[in-house]
């Protein structure tokens, strides 16, 4: 019995000491969030030139370019100062090689700069291929069929 009631007694005693502590930290946390705001209720801040803050752009009219590296993507330059190149992404399965080929022909003729292609895994990584095949092969067919319309 004597010692069910030292239990007790220390459990009565942690549990006082942990209610102290957990008012100390809310005290010291509303103390904390109160402090600024009674600070900026009796400063004045006047502003100064560092202060100021910077213009996002000097002109909403006229755009600006900073100065980058030129990055070469199989025959389209991006950065520096080429121009914005117009880029886009398949949303067919990319297993399907067929409808991915056509819709990569599709953003071309529309004046796509850059087409991405999704590759997850392996077996897109593979179709990946084929597709970057049937493009080279109808491109060389395209080109023949130009030149013979030319002529």
Same mark, same amino acid.
């Given at each position: 019995?004597?010692?069910? %009631?030292?239990?007790? @007694?220390?459990?009565?005693?942690?549990?006082?000491? @942990?209610?102290?502590?957990?008012?100390?930290?809310?005290?010291?946390? @509303?103390?904390? /969030?109160?402090?600024?705001?009674?600070?900026?209720?009796?400063? /004045?801040?006047?502003?100064?030139?560092?202060?100021?803050?910077?213009?996002?752009?000097?002109?909403?009219?006229?755009?600006?370019?900073?100065?980058?590296?030129?990055?070469?993507?199989?025959?389209?330059?991006?950065? %520096?100062?080429?121009?914005?190149?117009?880029?886009?992404?398949?949303?067919?399965?990319?297993? @399907?090689?067929?409808?991915?080929?056509?819709?990569?022909?599709?953003?071309?003729?529309?004046?796509?700069?850059?087409?991405?292609?999704?590759? &997850?895994?392996?077996?897109?990584?593979?179709?990946?291929?084929?597709?970057?095949?049937?493009?080279?092969?109808?491109? &060389?067919?395209?080109?023949?069929?130009?030149?013979?319309?030319?002529?």
């Amino acid at each position: 019995m004597r010692s069910t %009631s030292v239990a007790g @007694n220390s459990r009565a005693q942690f549990l006082a000491s @942990n209610s102290r502590q957990l008012r100390t930290r809310k005290s010291l946390r @509303n103390a904390r /969030l109160q402090a600024p705001m009674q600070a900026a209720a009796t400063e /004045l801040i006047i502003p100064t030139p560092e202060l100021v803050i910077p213009k996002y752009c000097e002109s909403i009219h006229q755009s600006r370019r900073r100065p980058t590296r030129t990055v070469t993507i199989g025959p389209v330059k991006v950065g %520096s100062d080429h121009r914005v190149a117009l880029q886009t992404m398949t949303t067919t399965d990319t297993r @399907n090689v067929q409808a991915t080929v056509d819709q990569v022909k599709k953003c071309a003729d529309a004046g796509a700069d850059i087409v991405r292609i999704t590759v &997850q895994g392996r077996k897109e990584a593979e179709a990946c291929m084929k597709i970057r095949e049937q493009l080279f092969k109808d491109r &060389q067919l395209y080109r023949c069929m130009i030149q013979q319309q030319i002529s």
